[in-house]
């Protein structure tokens, strides 16, 4: 049995390299042409389901696998036509870049090579885009999801001290309370849950018919709670609600976590990297004036998944919420063990992939103008289909437009059931892929244009589909 895993015929590994690159190309290059999505056959499933392998196969065969029973049945984000929940689309220089990552194979939880020298450039990019202090650290995390969790810990380390890291909760002798509005991600309810202060000690806020938090009403809570010797400890502002896309007022938010002391977390997953496009960077002015910011280059960055992130402003508090000192991770003074920044200093993870040169890649290669404007136009092709949506009497809105979010329905007498059916038959023909939610107890289509790729006719084939597809539901005609 061979101990080596490398090819034994390296000439030959590159021709089906070069194959398996070029298949990717074409499959990027002829997106348009192929259905958004295709529900798996029962025989591709059953085909995932064999024992383990023992003897070695072909690369060449098991590349033919993934092309006829992966690729044509993956989750549809990359094509233009996806405008489901808030996903982006991805890019051939991130793909390359991610092959790059993994050929290199580094691990970037700590040690001294140039792989943690590009995510401190991106980290260094970021800051400045965000207009933090040079102090500020940042890091990758998989996605928005664990950089509110890493933020939600390093609040509550400023509010209880190191001493909580060691004897928990129980130990700080208070209850631990935070406030985001009504319309927050259901992530950072779960990020308190996991940090063991319990997703019912978040306050959700009522919001105002912009869907923004509601300030007056945030103090009155903060004030209840701090009556009723509770520790308020973070305000989580919203830069782009995960439904309609709102933003909270950031700078009122920035004001009253000064004055009553309160870590202002920012979660930015959706909307932060509006900063990139100079016509929405003034929407999120005092996001500057956050302790931390989570947000996602994988959404609006256009980055391959993951690529989540996470900016805090002071440093040292943030090394002080994870450092340890374990014996095996002892740092030189010289040499591969030497480095000041040891990024499993500042969240979970030990070992660590190198997401950081996705974007790096990116952010060399468009540069941050070329984001800024898709950036930019995905929010014109939102405002595009609400003055669609506004003209057509069949159809209603059901939102205001902030950003690259529209919120509408097909108007019926059973709206529910039509609605959720129109979206079903749309995912089902493959062309455009919207997602339902539900907002002030209404069912609404939901359309997040997020992927660079969308285009004009992407967002009128939604229009056409659904109008087509409440016709066909309707006993009208076919779909
Ligand atoms: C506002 C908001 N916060 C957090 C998240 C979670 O981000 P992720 O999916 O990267 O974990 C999302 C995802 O859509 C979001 O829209």
Same mark, same amino acid.
């Given at each position: 049995?061979?101990?080596?895993?490398?090819?034994?015929?390296?000439?030959?590994?590159?021709?089906?390299?070069?194959?398996?690159?070029?298949?990717?190309?074409?499959?990027?290059?002829?997106?348009?042409?192929?259905?958004?999505?295709?529900?798996?056959?029962?025989?591709?499933?059953?085909?995932?389901?064999?024992?383990?392998?023992?003897?070695?196969?072909?690369?060449?065969?098991?590349?033919?696998?993934? #092309?006829?029973?992966?690729?044509?049945?993956?989750?549809?984000?990359?094509?233009?036509?996806? #405008?489901?929940?808030?996903?982006?689309?991805?890019?051939?220089?991130?793909?390359?870049?991610?092959?790059?990552?993994?050929?290199?194979?580094?691990?970037?939880?700590?040690?001294?090579?140039?792989?943690?020298?590009?995510?401190?450039?991106?980290?260094?990019?970021?800051?400045?885009?965000?207009?933090?202090?040079?102090?500020?650290?940042?890091?990758?995390?998989?996605?928005?999801?664990?950089?509110?969790?890493?933020?939600?810990?390093?609040?509550?380390?400023?509010?209880?001290?190191?001493?909580?890291?060691?004897?928990?909760?129980?130990?700080?002798?208070?209850?631990?309370?935070?406030y985001a509005s009504q319309a927050v991600h259901?992530?950072v309810?779960?990020?308190?849950?996991?940090?063991? /202060?319990?997703?019912?000690?978040l306050r959700r806020i009522p919001v105002d018919s912009g869907h923004r938090i509601q300030v007056p009403a945030l103090r009155a809570a903060?004030?209840?709670?701090?009556?009723?010797?509770?520790?308020?400890? #973070?305000i989580v502002g919203t830069a782009g609600t995960v439904d309609v896309g709102a933003i909270d007022d950031l700078?009122a938010l920035?004001?009253?976590?000064?004055?009553?002391?309160?870590?202002?977390?920012?979660d930015?997953?959706l909307g932060?990297?509006?900063?990139?496009?100079?016509?929405?960077?003034?929407?999120?002015?005092?996001?500057?004036?956050?302790?931390? /910011?989570?947000?996602?280059?994988?959404?609006?960055?256009?980055?391959?998944?993951?690529?989540?992130?996470?900016?805090?402003?002071?440093?040292?508090?943030?090394?002080?919420?994870?450092?340890?000192?374990?014996?095996?991770?002892?740092?030189?003074?010289?040499?591969?063990?030497?480095?000041?920044?040891?990024?499993?200093?500042?969240?979970?993870?030990?070992?660590?992939?190198?997401?950081?040169?996705?974007?790096?890649?990116?952010?060399?290669?468009?540069?941050?103008?070329?984001?800024?404007?898709?950036?930019?136009?995905?929010?014109?092709?939102?405002?595009?289909?609400?003055?669609?949506?506004?003209?057509?009497?069949?159809?209603?809105?059901l939102a205001p437009?902030s950003?690259?979010i529209?919120c509408?329905?097909?108007?019926?007498?059973?709206?529910?059931?039509?609605?959720?059916?129109?979206?079903?038959?749309?995912?089902?023909?493959?062309?455009?892929?919207?997602?339902?939610t539900r907002l002030d107890g209404r069912?609404a289509?939901?359309?997040? /244009?997020?992927?660079?790729?969308?285009?004009?006719?992407?967002?009128?084939?939604?229009?056409?589909?659904?109008?087509?597809?409440?016709?066909?539901?309707?006993?009208?005609?076919?779909?």
């Open positions: 049995m061979r101990s080596n895993l490398d090819p034994d015929d390296w000439s030959a590994m590159r021709v089906q390299g070069r194959r398996m690159l070029d298949d990717m190309f074409d499959h990027l290059q002829g997106l348009r042409g192929e259905p958004l999505w295709r529900a798996p056959p029962a025989a591709v499933r059953q085909g995932f389901r064999e024992p383990l392998p023992q003897a070695p196969a072909d690369l060449a065969q098991v590349h033919q696998l993934f #092309m006829e029973t992966i690729r044509p049945y993956s989750s549809g984000n990359a094509h233009p036509g996806f #405008m489901g929940w808030v996903q982006g689309g991805g890019t051939v220089v991130g793909m390359l870049a991610e092959m790059l990552a993994a050929g290199l194979n580094a691990n970037l939880g700590g040690r001294d090579h140039a792989p943690l020298e590009v995510e401190q450039q991106v980290v260094a990019w970021t800051r400045e885009l965000l207009g933090f202090p040079n102090g500020a650290t940042g890091l990758f995390l998989t996605g928005a999801s664990q950089a509110n969790f890493v933020a939600t810990l390093v609040a509550r380390t400023r509010a209880l001290g190191t001493y909580v890291r060691s004897h928990g909760l129980a130990g700080g002798g208070t209850t631990l309370t935070a259901g992530c309810g779960r990020a308190l849950d996991m940090a063991g /202060i319990g997703g019912n000690q903060i004030d209840a709670d701090r009556a009723a010797g509770n520790s308020p400890f #973070m700078m920035a004001d009253l976590a000064q004055e009553t002391g309160i870590h202002f977390h920012v930015g997953a932060a990297l509006a900063v990139l496009a100079p016509s929405l960077a003034p929407r999120l002015a005092g996001i500057e004036r956050a302790d931390s /910011i989570a947000l996602d280059w994988h959404k609006w960055g256009q980055a391959p998944y993951d690529a989540g992130f996470l900016l805090v402003r002071d440093g040292e508090l943030h090394r002080r919420a994870f450092v340890d000192d374990a014996q095996y991770l002892r740092r030189a003074k010289q040499g591969l063990a030497a480095g000041e920044w040891w990024p499993c200093d500042y969240g979970p993870d030990l070992s660590r992939s190198f997401r950081a040169l996705k974007v790096w890649f990116s952010l060399k290669t468009y540069g941050a103008a070329a984001l800024g404007a898709v950036i930019e136009h995905t929010c014109a092709l939102a405002r595009d289909l609400a003055a669609q949506v506004a003209a057509e009497p069949r159809l209603e809105l437009v950003l690259n529209v509408f329905r097909h108007r019926a007498a059973d709206p529910e059931r039509l609605n959720s059916d129109i979206v079903e038959i749309l995912h089902r023909g493959g062309g455009v892929a919207p997602s339902l069912v289509i939901r359309a997040a /244009i997020v992927n660079h790729r969308t285009e004009s006719r992407d967002i009128e084939a939604l229009v056409a589909g659904v109008l087509a597809a409440g016709r066909h539901l309707e006993g009208e005609r076919p779909a």
